[in-house]
């Protein structure tokens, strides 16, 4: 994370996107995944331009309304996104989000 919170990135065709359930600005967060996007293309010898690709950073994600759930709404946005689902979930889903994410890991197996 580079604030003092969890936040996601999700880049996906010629599109990156920055979620933050407390609404944070982060005014390096695209400069440094733009640096980190070339270094991994370097890296593996792939030819790779940012020419023509979008930053936003998405205002339409649940917020949180505590100082400790931004692990869960992290977690949360990623299987939506995964999921190509809609972010239909509020600070009251977490205690759920908790167990059933405790529950995945110790039966290491994934709800739909």
């Known amino acids: 994370s580079l ?3 969890h936040s996601l990135s999700l880049a996906h065709t010629h599109h990156r996107s920055y979620f933050d359930s407390l609404n944070g600005r982060n005014p390096t967060f695209f400069s440094t995944i733009r640096e980190y996007l070339k270094q991994e293309a370097q890296d593996k010898g792939v030819a790779f331009s940012l020419d023509g690709w979008r930053d936003e950073q998405r205002r339409d994600c649940p ?5 400790s759930d931004c692990g869960v709404f992290t ?4 299987e939506a996104l995964a999921r190509d689902a ?12 908790r167990l059933r994410m405790g529950w995945e890991i110790m039966n290491t197996t994934l709800l739909s």
């Open 75 to 78: 977690c949360a946005f990623a």
């Open 63 to 67: 917020q949180q309304g505590n100082g």
């Open 3 to 5: 604030t003092s919170s």
């Open 86 to 97: 809609p972010f239909n979930f509020s600070q009251g889903d977490m205690p759920y989000f």
